[in-house]
């Protein structure tokens, strides 16, 4: 959303998705994007609130405090471009030489992070007292350098990240991550401290991953996904190069040699409900279930799904799956919001732990 009215793009996507979440008891996680409601508040950009003729960050903080208040949850997410965004002659410029948190400075990704855990609870604990913002997920699926990103989130105070896809892969200008070699597809687990796709048992960040699978590229041929393409593939091409300009030598390349690897081969196909149907979504729940069933340890497993409100169809077809889900899969899986499942998580963790040390026992010295 660029010049666009966040009502139209925004808002009224975000209720009618909330709305079918409600209709079938399942809980609809926010991911809160923090850069460009605080670039609508600035002062600076007034003239965008005099554009639309209303307040659109004022319309979506009541709208976050909906959705905690109707019993669901609010998360951070940023695309850093709008951190120093403007609004100029009639059109908003980003700021495309921060197209990544990593981009920033260490200190200034720490102040972003807790500037957006601070702000979020500020806003919501005084509608739920147990409020608290534990997870992030990086704008664009940017974590790169992991060492770098896995200690901003530490130091800002943010227990878990939610960026991961296995056998993700971009290295572009606009886009870069590696998710080839991630831990699990389901699974979450405990990150090293440089690397997100690995599993430690020191870790401290909790990565939640999204529900992929690893697919023939032909398979991402569906009408839903070709009607999408165009416009995705337009939109990509701009930022590309808008991030090339600003960035001058400092920009990756290689985005087309990844596009056509993903054309010749297999690809990662995320569990998303503005690209997928009905039918396709509960096929994916069913081989879920089958590849966890045989999982020895009694940790919870998310099967965490995305999507964007604002795509064309999206909480009809949401709707449509969560009914089929409920009557086929429904003692088998339950809804939870992404804070309710850390803080399951990191109790049965640390059951587990507890359980793995009294059995190793205390040491003892020999003569």
Not at 118 to 136: I, N, Q, S, T
Not at 167 to 189: E, K, L, M
Not at 216 to 236: C, G, N
Not at 352 to 364: D, H, I, Y
Request: overall charge positive; aromatic content about 8%; charged content about 25%.
């Amino acid at each position: 959303m660029i010049d666009g009215d966040v009502r139209r793009h925004m808002i009224e996507p975000t209720a009618n998705v909330l709305d079918a979440c409600q209709q079938h008891d399942a809980k609809l996680t926010v991911l809160a994007e923090v850069g460009e409601l605080w670039a609508f508040e600035k002062v600076v950009n007034a003239g965008f609130r005099e554009h639309l003729r209303y307040d659109p960050a004022g319309e979506i903080r009541r709208q976050l405090v909906d959705v905690i208040q109707r019993g669901h949850d609010v998360q951070l997410h940023l695309h850093p471009q709008w951190v120093n965004a403007r609004w100029q002659s009639g059109q908003w410029h980003l700021d495309y030489a921060h197209h990544s948190l990593t981009d920033f400075a260490d200190g200034e990704m720490v102040d972003i992070l807790r500037r957006g855990k601070a702000d979020l609870e500020a806003m919501l604990r005084p509608h739920d007292r147990g409020y608290e913002c534990v997870g992030f997920r990086a704008g664009n699926w940017n974590t790169r350098p992991a060492n770098r990103y896995i200690a901003a989130l530490r130091a800002a105070g943010l227990k878990s990240d939610t960026s991961v896809f296995k056998w993700g892969y971009a290295n572009s200008a606009a886009v870069g991550y590696d998710y080839r070699s991630a831990y699990s597809n389901v699974c979450a687990w405990y990150a090293q401290d440089r690397d997100l796709n690995s599993r430690s048992s020191e870790g401290i960040v909790l990565e939640v991953p999204i529900a992929t699978e690893l697919v023939r590229s032909i398979k991402m041929l569906t009408p839903k996904r070709l009607s999408l393409a165009r416009k995705y593939l337009r939109e990509d091409g701009t930022i590309e190069a808008a991030v090339k300009s600003a960035k001058g030598s400092q920009a990756r390349s290689g985005g087309a040699a990844s596009r056509l690897c993903k054309l010749l081969g297999r690809c990662p196909m995320k569990l998303d409900f503005c690209k997928l149907t009905a039918p396709e979504m509960l096929g994916m729940v069913r081989s879920f279930i089958r590849q966890c069933r045989s999982r020895a340890d009694t940790l919870p497993i998310p099967l965490v799904m995305i999507g964007h409100s604002k795509a064309v169809g999206a909480a009809p077809t949401l709707g449509r799956f969560l009914g089929m889900l409920k009557k086929e899969c429904g003692g088998m899986v339950r809804f939870s919001t992404y804070r309710g499942f850390i803080s399951e998580y990191e109790t049965a963790a640390g059951a587990a732990k507890s359980r793995r040390e009294s059995m190793v026992g205390p040491e003892q010295n020999s003569a």
